[in-house]
T-cell receptor, first 117, second 117 residues
Framework: AQTVTQSQPEMSVQEAETVTLSCTYDTSENNYYLFWYKQPPSRQMILVIRQEAYKQQNATENRFSVNFQKAAKSFSLKISDSQLGDTAMYFC??????????????FGKGTKLSVKP | NAGVTQTPKFQVLKTGQSMTLQCAQD?????MSWYRQDPGMGLRLIHYSVGAGITDQGEVPNGYNVSRSTTEDFPLRLLSAAPSQTSVYFC????????????????FGNGTRLTVT
């Protein structure tokens, strides 16, 4: 079975500091895509960053970056210079089956991040 | 530029009642899907569609029906609501009819919070 595990149900960080959220996944596929979604209290799901499994270079989007370790099946999210607006639930997700049949996104259970002033 | 619109935002039902959660997108997306979000469970796929007239089951389809008569709309029907269906429901769409991918990520609606008493 394909699964996503986020081992930290809750985390907190001081404003302006750096925090890393962990994510591991399990799949027998070689080609897949990984995502981090943010869900603020408004409930909206927002795509934060994405990574193609065949690319060794880690993706970055402004203050957000990932540490993708394919052999370890690990996909952690680093948030630099944390801001109060980063307070949210963060979901790790991945998809296989791209280019073939319909692909469906598999989500982890989420990590609740609180940024403290 | 509405994106994915879900109505209603909140709903309370009694056990056994029926209702339809509406989802519409104005981006000409082929792929549409419904997820439910429960505390500690992440998001789980209910049903999805890769185009008008085509639907398929996801991970947790029991108790829900869908149809896709137009590209824009993908309603989710609860025929006989049960307390176990108390959840937050998200509709999501993607341009790529094969599912979604790195270049065609999911766009989410703002969710419907459903309570069944």
């Amino acid at each position: 079975a394909q699964t996503v595990t986020q081992s930290q149900p809750e985390m907190s960080v001081q404003e302006a500091e750096t925090v890393t959220l962990s994510c591991t996944y399990d799949t027998s596929e070689n080609n897949y895509y990984l995502f981090w979604y943010k869900q603020p209290p408004s409930r909206q799901m927002i795509l934060v960053i994405r990574q193609e499994a065949y690319k060794q270079q880690n993706a970055t989007e402004n203050r957000f970056s990932v540490n993708f370790q394919k052999a370890a099946k690990s996909f952690s999210l680093k948030i630099s210079d944390s801001q109060l607006g980063d307070t949210a639930m963060y979901f790790c997700a991945f998809i296989t089956n791209y280019g073939g049949s319909q692909g469906n996104l598999i989500f982890g259970k989420g990590t609740k991040l609180s940024v403290k002033p | 530029n509405a994106g994915v619109t879900q109505t209603p935002k909140f709903q309370v039902l009694k056990t056994g009642q029926s209702m339809t959660l509406q989802c519409a997108q104005d981006m000409n997306h082929e792929y549409m899907s419904w997820y439910r979000q429960d505390p500690g469970m992440g998001l789980r796929l209910i049903h999805y569609s890769v185009g008008a007239g085509i639907t398929d089951q996801g991970e947790v389809p029991n108790g829900y029906n869908v149809s896709r008569s137009t590209t824009e709309d993908f309603p989710l029907r609860l025929l006989s609501a049960a307390p176990s269906q108390t959840s937050v429901y998200f509709c999501a769409s993607s341009y790529d009819g094969r599912g979604f991918s790195y270049n065609s990520p999911l766009h989410f609606g703002n969710g419907t919070r459903l309570t069944v008493t």
